[in-house]
């Protein structure tokens, strides 16, 4: 994408055709998008097609003030059926990943699935972790996305992410990583990172794999369109435990229903609307604080107009 001058923002927005490295999409229906298949329309959805033209479209939508929603996979995401303003940017053709002896450097899109199974085949080990998440590696970092004993803060070396208008690079410790939470800068995205693994035993790595596979798939509704997981987990509780406790297993509205195979997870059996999986969660949360006093904190994001209400 070549911009010039203070109004390099509008020059894609009026004439998109003009811009070869980004592919956009005008009303586009998120349900299509998403994970879960629910959601209204975006005004405009961008593919970058490379990481120059990701920061130089990001760069512009600053300059005009333009607002901006980045969407990697689009697993534990739900958008609400009024759709979403401003631009929503995916990172999905964002996937380059280098890996030079035991250090790995990925673009944003790449999925986690991906590197694992790159770094496995090299004799690589410290991403075994990632079996089963259907996620990026920007909104992995963004939430410290986690599974099988580990999070993805135990491999990343250093994030590199735009803010306030130029590209940044942090360390490990400089982000602080808690349980399913980065303390990344408000608004902050993330663009690439690096990750530091260690020689292992692929054989070994390729058997853990397997495991956690087959764990996730006896344990989860993977055949199902789902939220991933709906809430964090309490400090005295694992939340699936919580919600099956107080009876939310199969628990419907509209189309959408609490998994019957795992109370923490939110399917789409039947042509469900985001209202439905929203009254979902809004009556677990409730239930559980009336109930046992604990405060469900959502995982999953709920992003778009009037989301905020949620």
Not at 66 to 95: C, H, M, Q, W, Y
Not at 188 to 197: I, K, M, S, Y
Not at 263 to 288: H, P, Q, Y
Request: with cysteine; charged share 30%; aromatic share 6%.
């Amino acid at each position: 994408m070549e911009v010039r001058g203070q109004n390099r923002g509008a020059d894609w927005m009026n004439d998109p055709t003009q811009n070869r490295d980004l592919d956009i999409l005008d009303n586009y229906p998120m349900r299509k998008y998403l994970y879960i298949k629910v959601g209204g329309e975006a005004k405009r959805l961008v593919y970058p097609r490379n990481m120059k033209s990701f920061l130089e479209l990001l760069r512009s939508c600053h300059e005009t003030g333009e607002k901006v929603t980045v969407l990697g996979a689009g697993s534990n995401t739900i958008i609400t059926e009024k759709g979403i303003d401003g631009v929503v940017i995916s990172t999905r053709k964002l996937k380059e990943v280098h890996i030079d002896g035991t250090r790995v450097e990925a673009e944003c899109g790449a999925m986690l699935s991906s590197i694992m199974n790159r770094s496995i085949r090299l004799g690589l080990t410290g991403f075994e972790f990632a079996a089963g998440i259907p996620g990026t590696v920007g909104g992995s970092i963004y939430m410290n996305a986690g599974a099988n004993g580990g999070e993805i803060k135990d491999a990343v070396k250093k994030v590199y992410i735009w803010h306030e208008g130029k590209e940044k690079e942090l360390s490990r410790e400089e982000i602080n990583f808690e349980y399913r939470k980065s303390n990344l800068p408000a608004g902050a995205v993330v663009t690439r990172a690096v990750f530091e693994l260690r020689r292992g035993d692929r054989g070994k790595s390729e058997e853990n794999v397997r495991q956690y596979l087959a764990y996730r798939n006896r344990t989860q509704p993977v055949k199902m369109a789902n939220t991933g997981s709906v809430f964090k987990n309490p400090p005295t509780v694992s939340a699936g435990e919580l919600l099956e406790g107080l009876g939310f297993k199969g628990l419907c509205i509209g189309g959408a229903k609490f998994s019957e195979i795992h109370a923490n997870f939110i399917v789409n059996f039947n042509r469900a609307k985001a209202d439905d999986i929203i009254s979902l969660i809004e009556k677990a949360r409730e239930t559980a604080l009336k109930k046992r006093n604990i405060t469900l904190e959502p995982e999953v994001e709920i992003m778009g107009r009037e989301a905020e209400a949620v």
